[in-house]
């Protein structure tokens, strides 16, 4: 067990370092184009373009350059913002703050509910309760997160007008901003975990194991929670955390939508203006909270499963 | 046993049909069943008798689509179909409990067995957990189990097989229940560990006077437990009746051509074959009219067979509840009959074919442990193949047997080309192979040795036609390179195996599982191989229909001289049609000889256990008992010393230990890898004898 | 009983009788009434496709006078404008049925190229097992690692926005997810009897690769391929509404909710329409995959 968690660790280094490769390559080298006329634009001459490389000392060796580059990141110093005029990190934490007090919001309601309507739905396999929550599932992961948001909006914003349309909490912190942000992503998000939790319980259903539980004369709830949850939360355990993955893509849409101010937004702004020192540095951090949680999936179900904890 | 007790349960003209979208299709059509106090009874037929439905029904769990059309289960003088669900749960673990034919996926994975074991009388009753765990270790011991204490803290995965189904059927005795059922509870378990459970099986009734219905396939292993039997044919009962009297004069024709169809001790692959049952099991909507057995029977009268169905009737001069459902019983004469098929000539054996030389295959294997890591020994060793040595001869038959773990697999793996070994030769017709792989032989080695696999149902690209796959192996091998002679080709491949010849355009799909391995043979011989390999082709299938693939196999054996290394652990099968016996275990070759060799003492004392392990369907033949303690050794950290020695019940001090026992010769070409000198190995009893005939009873029955 | 005579047919080589099993496994539909929805909201766009000239009552990209005026109320809708007009005057009835040609051209293009390479890696991965494997793995754990929109962001900004860049970009984000699945079913099916079968005929791995394991493994990736497809359709979706989509003026579902958006206070019909188009379209594909699914499991 102890060597699986060495492991992982060990991975997770060596896929940041590969991607901090790979994001070095493709936004500081020649090899995509020239950063300099990237950041400059295309209309600049060749003299501000060589005067700009020089004084960002994109004139050394690359290996030399992608060392620095990555020891200042590790430090901390992740460069100066062209779109914010300011240090990167100044910009980036706060908005991955706000991030997580949407994805937390997000979380808390989704979860229970998906988890709990997964189970029920799994347990009593085509009954009217299943196909019910299964169609809605579908539905509700049909409509892309854009498309919902727009639908959500024309309803509560401009039909009822009971939220405000935009969520830039230029006022200070308001609750009442965070509800179509929030709602979009627990709706869409709701049908996968939902239908994740329902096939992993209606297959522990159909296994013998609960055969035996039931004809050993169990009451129906223990059969329920002592055998079958204890078999059937483990997928969908892993799936939770892999979803925290799928959030930093979709804030990116709904904070744009709404104009919060956010990781995501944070990310797509610095995309569209080239801003390549922040986007390196949302790009880093992204794929670091992305690996964590994958390797914390990864030990979780491991721990979860006792044929691979005793062997 | 107490006969004048009133009876535990009592089935009376069951009728149970499950509704799908296709229809009612009626899975048990009349099934009558009484059980008393403390008896065994058996339950034996083919797959799609309706066996394991009359059990579930019992339970009354036939899931969400079945369903009792008529009759009433009756059990303490309660109609279960009436009872509430509060009610059977009250029945169901403490009253009447069931053993299952997997006992891994039978077990909660993530419940410790404590856990899994202590909730059946925690439901049930009103005892402390204290008591409750008291019980459950007392029980654990009881059932033969080592160790109750530390069985109690694992986990299902850290447990055998073997002693899996132990903890299964521990926890079904906990509350002390009226009746256990058991489904098969033994198929998916060795041979020596089958023997072990078999035993406690038939123990169960006298320890704790529980009633008992066994549900099998095999009848050798109702004989060693049950003391009434019932034959199930097509959804009915077709005979019952006790021990004695079913398997000394069984009355009906099905239960008679079962009994043609097993390779009894009597049963001789040349004077006396196997003689199976022609024609096909009927589908559940497709009964005849009147007998459902009649298409198949070989003593069928038109116009009275085929008219109106009927009921069970008693035999007359026979012992009492022997009855038998065939109208013409008393007109049948078994005993006229030539017992088995007709005789068949003996294949003259040829030149050698075949040459293993001291063939080593290991395994590497890393261990990724911290504890490895720091005692330097990262990569291990598995020991598949050890030293094997032997030959055949062409037109023989050579048997390769063990249980799991023992190498055989690997060995065929290593001879197909599928792996290479790591020392030692194999020469076929002269050409060394171990050491070449599949793609470097030439078409004509690969076609000259081939392979029938093991399971029917995966042995068939499900996605390609039958046709196809076979023209597809005649183009590979050169055998035929014009495409109307591949196809007359395979034609007449269809009709050596006996198949119609539209099946050429089926999809694997659509046969059963007799049939798909029969395509499986016509694959394998379709490039006229010198030497076939067959991986237990026949223990995945019904018996009436492994004895006709049996028979097929034998004939085109016979037809083209082909070497046959038949690997099976079925000590029968093995007894009736090998020549030449291999006994293998933890890779090494324990003994090998020919087949009488083998059969008659000296003995090895692995071979010893396992021919006491082997169920034998006739009641005269005797058997001595032994049975195995403790546990296979893991393939990684084998015994310095002989392999056997965990386990032997003749182990003689530390020499089995830490030597190798040297190989001894007993004639050329028997010999026994033991520490146990010659002489006291002679000494020994036979494990099975099988009466003259002159002495049997059914031959004193006649005069 | 034998049938021994010769008019046992050789039968005819296969791709005529191929699309008649396909066609006939379509009928299977019949069971499923999900599938049976999602198939005809599949049709029905496909067929707005393919006929999108004779359909569309006007030019999508042509700006209608008097409504292109800035400060002009859009046209509402209307007998004219079904569907209303945009904020610079372009019917949206004409830019949605164009719309669906190109998000139905993409797509399956982008899927297919995603499933060529997923299939060819994922089988080499499986099947081989050793150092393959581990690379090929280790690769797809990577590109995997990167939050999907992130990877997308990445790409198009440093290879930039058109039809084939979309493409090149859906195919080297899914396909890691793609080999995953099939490296899964591969590792299952290798061991099946018949691949020994044909291992011990001395096939070669790639016959036996695509012969004999890829045709058992249809099953649960048709279903998938239906599921990604729908994703890809988001995917298009998004970046077109994030605008990093196809560059304008064509129509595209996504890029019209993007330009539409500032207005969609007081002309809410220019985003909603093309909302409904693309869910309607993706809802279909889920319906459909579900619907398979459940066939597959009564089989």
Known sequence: MVTLVVKRIGFMIFTMIVVSLILFLLLETKLTGDPATRVLGQFSSAEQRELWREQHGYNQPVALRYVKWLGNFATGELGESIRFKGPVADVMFPRLWNTAILGFVTFAIMIPISLTLGVLSGMKEGSMLDRTISVFGIITTSVPE??????????????????????????????????????????????????????????VMTSQYIRTAVLKGLPYRSVIV??????????????????????????IVVEFFFAYKGFGALILEASLNNDIALLEACAMVAVCVAVTTQTIADIGYTFLNPRIRFS | ????????????????????????????????????????????????????????????????????????????????????????????????????????????????????????????????????????????????????????????????????????????????????????????????????????VADISKKFGTSQIYISHNLGLILETCDRVFVMYSGEVVEEGTIDSLFTWPKHPYTHGLFACIPLPTADKNAAPLKPIRGQLPLPF?????????????????????????????????????RVRCLRYKEIDHHREVPGGEAKEAIELGKRVLKVNGMKKYYEVRDSSLRALFAGKRIRQVKANEELNFTAREGETVAIVGESGCGKSTFAKVLMGLETSTA???????????????????????????????????????????????????????????????????????????????????????????????????????????????????????????????????????????????????????????????????????????????????????????????????????????????????????????????????????????????????????????????????????????????????????? | MLITTSTTEMPTAGYGAAFLRA?????????????????????????????????????????????????????????????????????????????SRTVLIYAPLATLCAYTVGI????????????????????????????????????????????????????FASSPGIMRIVRGLTLDLRNRDYVAAAQTRGESDWRVMIVEILPNARGPLIVDACLRLGYVIITIGVLGFLGLGLPPPDPDWGGMVNETRQMAMAFPHMTIFPCIAISSLILGFNLLADGLREISLRD
Not at chain 1, 237 to 245: C, W
Not at chain 2, 293 to 303: A, I, L, M, Q, V
Not at chain 2, 500 to 519: A, E, M, N, W
Request: hydrophobic fraction near 45%; aromatic fraction near 8%; glycine fraction near 6%.
């Open chain 3, 120 to 171: 060819l890696m994922g089988l080499a991965a499986g099947y081989r097992g050793g150092w393959v494997d581990d690379v090929l793995s280790r690769i797809a754990d990577i590109i995997l690692s990167f939050p999907v929109l992130v990877l997308y962001i990445i790409i198009i900004a440093t290879i930039g926005a058109s039809g084939i860049n979309i493409i090149i970009a859906i195919t």
């Open chain 2, 1 to 200: 046993m107490n006969k004048d007790q009133a009876p535990v349960l009592i089935c009376k003209d069951l009728c149970i049909s499950y509704y799908t979208r296709a229809g009612e299709i009626p899975a048990v059509v009349d099934f009558s069943l009484t059980v008393k106090p403390g008896e065994t009874i058996g339950i034996v037929g083919e797959s799609g008798c309706g066996k394991s439905t009359v059990a579930m029904a019992i339970m009354q769990y036939m899931g969400a689509n079945g369903g009792i059309k008529s009759g009433s289960i009756t059990f303490k003088g309660r109609d279960l179909t009436q009872l509430s669900e509060r009610e059977l749960r009250s029945i169901r673990g403490a009253e009447i409990a069931m053993i299952y034919q997997e006992p891994f996926a039978s077990l909660n994975p993530s419940l410790k067995i404590k856990t899994q074991l202590m909730e059946v009388p925690l439901a049930h009753e009103n005892i402390s957990k204290d008591e409750a765990r008291q019980r459950a270790a007392q029980m654990l011991s009881d059932v033969n189990l080592p160790d109750p204490e530390r069985m109690m803290e694992s986990y299902p995965h850290q447990l055998s097989g073997g002693q899996q189904q132990r903890v299964v059927i521990a926890m079904g005795l906990l509350s002390n229940p009226s009746l256990l059922l058991l489904d098969e509870p033994t198929t998916a378990l060795d041979v020596t560990v089958e023997a072990g459970i078999v035993k406690l």
């Open chain 2, 286 to 322: 497709e009964r005849p009219q009147g007998c459902y057995y009649h298409p198949r029977c070989d003593h069928f009268k038109p116009g009275l067979c085929d008219l109106e169905r009927f009921k069970m009737v008693h035999v007359e001069n026979s012992a009492a509840d022997h």
């Open chain 2, 424 to 703: 030692g030769e194999v020469r076929h017709n002269g050409k060394e192979i171990s050491e070449v792989a599949v793609r470097d032989r030439s078409a004509k080695q690969i076609s000259s040795l081939q392979m029938v696999f093991q399971n029917p149902f995966d042995t068939l690209n499900p996605s390609h036609s039958i046709g196809g796959q076979i023209s597809r192996v005649i183009k590979k091998f050169g055998v035929e390179t014009d495409k109307k002679k591949i196809f007359d080709r395979v034609m007449s491949l269809l009709d050596t195996v006996k198949l119609p010849r539209d099946f050429y355009f089926r999809k694997p799909r659509q046969l059963s599982g007799g049939q798909k391995q029969r395509i499986g043979i016509a694959r394998a011989f379709a490039g006229n191989p010198s030497m076939v390999i067959a991986d237990e082709p026949v223990s995945a299938l019904d018996v009436s229909v492994a004895a006709a693939v049996t028979e097929l196999l034998m004939d085109i054996q016979r037809e083209h001289k082909t070497t046959l290394l038949f690997i099976s652990h079925d000590l029968s099968v093995v007894r009736y049609l090998s020549d030449r016996i291999v006994v293998m275990y933890l890779g090494h070759i324990l003994e090998r000889g020919t087949t009488e060799d083998i059969f008659a003492p000296p003995y090895h004392p692995y071979t010893e256990a396992l021919l006491s392990a082997v169920p034998i369907a006739d009641p005269e033949v005797t058997k001595r008992e032994i049975v195995l303690e403790g546990n296979l050794p893991s393939a990684m950290k084998p015994p310095k010393g002989c392999p056997f020695c965990t386990r032997c019940h003749r182990r003689i001090g530390d020499i089995c230990d830490n030597d190798l026992p040297p190989e001894q010769f007993v004639v050329d070409r028997h010999i026994i890898k033991c520490h146990i000198s010659l002489e006291k190995l002679c000494l020994v009893l036979p494990v099975i004898t099988v009466p003259d005939v002159s002495e049997r009873l059914h031959v004193e029955q006649r005069e």
């Open chain 3, 23 to 99: 066609l006939k496994s379509f009928a299977l539909l019949r069971e499923s009434w999900v599938g049976m929805v999602g198939t005809f909201l599949i049709l029905f766009w496909i067929l707005v496709a393919v006929f999108a000239p004779w359909l569309a009552p006007f030019d999508p990209n042509a700006s209608i006078q008097p409504f292109a005026k800035p400060g002009m109320e859009a046209a509402k809708i209307s007998g004219t404008f079904w569907l209303g007009t945009d904020h610079i005057g372009r019917d949206i009835l004409s830019r949605v049925i164009w719309g």
């Open chain 1, 226 to 251: 002592k055998h079958a949850l204890r078999n059937a939360l483990i997928a969908p355990f892993t799936v939770i955390m892999l979803q925290i993955n799928w959030l930093l893509s979709g804030v």
């Open chain 1, 146 to 203: 854009f498309a919902s948001a727009v639908m959500f909006s024309a309803l509560f914003v401009f039909s009822l007008k009971w939220l405000p349309g935009t969520s830039s909490m230029s006022g200070g912190f308001e609750f009442k901003q965070l509800i179509l942000p929030a709602m979009v992503l627990i709706v869409y998000d709701f049908g996968y975990v939902a239908r994740m939790t329902r096939a992993s319980m209606a297959e």
